[in-house]
């Protein structure tokens, strides 16, 4: 077995923020590996997040967001389940984030179901032509055109947009990960983006 000395606990505890001991148990358990640690970890927090997923969520904050040179600005409501928690540097770190995600990215909505209708016919109705005019036969059309739609709301919906400081991961497994992190259940609940002239 190997000895776990108080430095792993440490390097394994600033990479994920997790306590002490559960830093110190993933590393028993896992012979002293951080990265195997780090994926024991990461299983463990999101298992505990998928308990907290349907947890009333009525506290939380505002944040606001104005990018440099005050053209650009993002309110975000994030909600969480307790006032404390919507006071701690990690709540208010996570809440930074994805006003600055929705800064460089400007989804079009949280969920496919805030984009308007309008906007999804518009787009159905410009990948139908481009696919008549790139000469696809008929009959598959519109299965070309569906798989051109979930494209657009994968790119289009602020949660399922891979998220902007590491694109592996979408914007709902960051928000799930940090519910794993923060012990409580986490929304984004809405937001608006103003740039000036728009």
């Known amino acids: 077995m190997v000895n776990i000395t108080a430095a792993m606990v440490k390097e394994l505890r600033d990479q994920t923020g997790s306590g002490m001991m559960d830093c110190k148990k993933a590393l028993a358990e896992n012979d002293g590996d951080v990265a195997k640690s780090l994926d024991f970890l990461r299983k463990k927090g999101l298992a505990k997040a998928q308990k907290r997923a349907g947890r009333a969520t009525s506290e939380g904050v505002i944040y606001s967001y104005i990018h440099a040179g005050a053209k650009l600005g993002v309110l975000v409501e994030v909600n969480c389940e307790s006032d404390f928690v919507a006071k701690t540097d990690d709540f208010l770190e996570f809440a930074k984030n994805i006003a600055m995600h929705i800064a460089a990215s400007n989804p079009a909505g ?26 696809k036969p008929e009959n598959i059309v519109d299965k070309i055109v569906d798989g051109q739609i979930e494209k657009f709301y994968k790119d289009s919906c602020l949660l399922s947009q891979p998220y902007i400081k590491d694109p592996k991961k979408s914007v709902a497994e960051m928000t799930t990960e940090a519910i794993g992190k923060i012990g409580e259940n986490i929304q984004i609940k809405r937001f608006v983006r103003f740039q000036l002239g728009e």
């Open 110 to 135: 949280l969920n496919p179901e805030d984009i308007p209708q309008d906007v999804i016919e518009r787009e159905r109705g410009v990948y139908r032509a481009l696919a008549l005019e790139q000469g």
